[in-house]
């Protein structure tokens, strides 16, 4: 009877200790929990707002999914699973100078189109071209036609403006020729003088300075015009480097076709064969308005005027 009574009490204690293991005892924390870390990145170094990131990790979807997992598989060792959160902070947008568009051509100047109108073009845009005297490079459309409206014509390839007069039947140019190319420059390399007195140019580039339609006078234009003293600007030569007789003297290339004519009163100062025809005006003060045609150096410059052509 005792050893009954033993058993039933036994059994008591194994019903309560049962009774207290039940479901909603807490559970320990299982060594191989995963645990959801955060790693943020940003555009620039600055501080990162860690609590809102905190907050999207552990709430999003895969950090409850993960969480639920974890309890579902605890007798079962799992790697530590990281999730990544990438946080970007808002740095403004950044700003650029609005594009220049021209004829169907992007750019971000105007005037680049020149240079920017095919794949093949040069990789910069070519410089200004301010000439202070001495060679400057060719200006660009060479080959563009002036336009003339009354007696003024516009040479479109510098845009600048010359007056014109009718001499004999054949339309001159009154200002003397100021357009840069290589091979002339300003007297004294002071571009004032050109704005003056026009450029004074090589033989070689004489022969292109006169817009699409124009050319150098011939003999018999310059014998015809040179009874005016007036006409005529007195621009001085350069020589071997130097510039002289600004105010006494003029000095203009004649048309390359013209040939050096002794029995005319032809003046030769010149030897060999890289010579050309120029045609000289003195002032009254300074050789009483005498006129000569002139072989002379094609390595001298001197002033061009210039004729439309017929």
Known sequence: MKHFISLLGIVGVITVLSACSGDDAPEPAHPNEPEATLSSSSLEPGPVPTSSAT?????????????????????????????????????????????????????????????????????????????????????????????????????????????????????????????????????????????????????????DACPTGWRLPTRAEFNAAKGDLSFWIFNGRGKNGTDEFKGDMGFYWLAESEEFNEGEGDEDNCSGSACGLIFVVKSMDYGDGETKFQRDSQTKAFGVRCVQAK
């Open 55 to 207: 907050n999207d990790a552990t709430s999003s979807p895969e950090a409850s999914s993960l969480s639920s997992s974890s309890k579902g598989k605890k007798d079962k060792d799992k790697d530590p699973v990281i999730l990544k959160t990438r946080v970007t902070i808002d740095t403004g947008a950044t700003t650029f100078d609005d594009p220049y568009f021209s004829s169907g051509i992007f750019c971000w100047t105007e005037g680049c189109e020149e240079w920017a109108s095919s794949a093949s073009g040069p990789d910069v845009p070519p410089e200004d071209e301010i000439s202070v005297g001495g060679d400057v490079p060719n200006k660009i459309n060479l080959d563009a036609a002036p336009v003339i409206e009354g007696l003024v014509m516009t040479d479109m390839r510098d845009s600048q403006k010359y007056d014109l007069q009718e001499v004999n039947g054949t339309l001159w140019t009154k200002k003397n020729l100021d357009i840069a190319l290589s091979g002339s420059n300003c007297y004294g390399g002071d571009i004032n003088n050109c704005k003056t007195m026009g450029r004074l140019y090589n033989y070689s580039a004489a022969r």
